[in-house]
């Protein structure tokens, strides 16, 4: 069964960094793209991006995160690693991790518990 | 590319049927049968319910259906009960090669 965890939650500063992960279990890690998904408090779902952790490193991204989202998997871990600067209020959400399949238009599951971040000063 | 539109509430009496709509673009809905649908109780993380427009996960139960004319995805649920009462998503992949969501709908079982 696949499982996820993912780390805990954060409260950050406007204008600082977050780095968040998730660590797989239970299939062989580097045969499905990861997806990053937020949701604002109240709010609907918003897609991020997605990277295939194999070793190509392939990654998309959501337009509006480019420039401020770096995405990157540690395979001797297992863990996928989201990296945003640049944070202001608006960043506040639980940031989940997916399951995807093998390639970038194949269906994600989300299966990790949610990651809450706080952006406030 | 734009969030896709959906209904932002629907309601329904127990055993009912409701349908949900999910409309996009040829550039992703219309594009694609890369369509899914999420389920999202309050406090808990989505869960996904229909993919590739029609297909079902094991385990969910068959009174969900989705299905796609055109630009316009739809969720169907039949035999409504009250458990079904939660916010739904759709989602799907587009053109750029990302994925892009709905704005949801609140299910609200009468």
């Not at chain 1, 580097?30 to 709010?43: E, N």
Request: hydrophobic share 30%.
């Amino acid at each position: 069964e696949v499982q996820v965890v993912q780390s805990g939650p954060e409260v950050k500063r406007p204008g600082a960094t977050m780095k968040i992960s998730c660590k797989f279990s239970g299939y062989t890690f580097t045969d499905y793209f990861i997806h990053w998904v937020r949701q604002a408090p109240g709010k609907g779902l918003q897609w991020m991006g997605q990277i295939d952790p194999d070793e190509d490193r392939e990654v998309v991204f959501e337009e509006r995160f480019q420039g401020r989202l770096t995405l990157n998997a540690d395979m001797s871990e297992d863990t996928v690693y989201m990296e945003m600067t640049s944070l202001t209020p608006e960043d506040t959400a639980t940031y989940y991790c997916a399951v995807g399949g093998a390639t970038l238009m194949d269906p994600f599951e989300i299966r990790g518990q949610g990651t809450m971040v706080t952006v406030s000063s | 590319h734009s969030a896709l539109t959906q209904p932002a509430s629907v309601s329904g009496s127990p055993g009912q049927a409701i349908t949900i709509s999910c409309t996009g673009t040829s550039s992703d809905v219309g594009g694609f049968e890369s369509v899914a649908w999420f389920q999202q109780h309050p406090g808990t993380a989505p869960q996904v319910i229909i993919y590739d427009v029609s297909k079902r996960p094991s385990g969910v139960s068959h009174r969900f259906s989705g299905s796609k004319s055109g630009n316009t995805a739809s969720l169907t649920i039949s035999g409504l009960q009250t458990e079904d009462e939660s916010d739904y998503y759709c989602v799907s992949y587009t053109t750029s090669s990302t994925w892009v969501f709905g704005g949801g709908t609140k299910l609200t079982v009468l």
